[in-house]
């Protein structure tokens, strides 16, 4: 297996489904990651000794992704320098805002890129993660090129099927 470039931590197995568009967006543009369950709370000491073992492999952006008290990017953040993206995921009758302010609040200095909830949210964060290492990756900057010019022609397909719909 190739060496990790990225990372997506998720705080529990239930929140594996919110996840996985985020695992799939790197697996098609073919970035190299690892995925994992590790808790800020239930496995501290995993979570840290994860960070640690991953930077020294080489990666370069990590994506976690928590519900509730959603302290796993916060956690992370305090570990490495390396960037560190959020996924607010909805998981309990606050309906994901606990989440999203226990990810985005953090103290100066300690930023987390929070994205939105869910799996938007998930989206968001493979495609910055990949607009992170394409700043190091020409090949990669040109896939993501191209995947915005297939962006540009959906819409525009869409456009015209609609207008003429209703010509
Ligand atoms: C968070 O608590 C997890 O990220 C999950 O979103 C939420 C609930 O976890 P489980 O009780 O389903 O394991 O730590």
């Not at 790197?26 to 808790?39: A, E, R, V």
């Not at 640690?52 to 490495?80: K, N, P, W």
């Not at 226990?102 to 994205?115: C, I, K």
Request: charged share 20%.
């Amino acid at each position: 297996m190739s060496t990790p470039l990225a990372a997506i931590f998720m705080g529990s197995a239930s929140d594996e489904e919110a996840v996985a568009p985020a695992a799939q967006i790197l697996q098609d543009l073919g970035i190299p990651f690892k995925i994992t369950i590790t808790s800020a709370h239930r496995t501290a000491a995993r979570t840290e000794k994860l960070v640690d073992e991953l930077e020294r492999q080489g990666c370069r952006v990590f994506i976690c992704a928590a519900g509730m008290a959603a302290h796993l990017a916060g956690a992370v953040a305090a570990r490495t320098i390396r960037p560190v993206i959020g996924i607010p995921l909805t998981a309990s009758p606050l309906g994901g805002m606990d989440a999203l302010l226990s990810t985005v609040q953090m103290p100066p200095g300690y930023p987390v890129a929070t994205v939105a909830l869910d799996k938007a949210g998930a989206r968001n964060a493979a495609w910055l993660a990949a607009q992170i290492l394409a700043l190091e990756d020409p090949a990669l900057a040109q896939r993501l090129q191209e995947a915005r010019l297939m962006n540009a022609a959906a819409v525009e397909q869409a456009s015209e099927e609609l207008e003429r719909k209703f010509a």
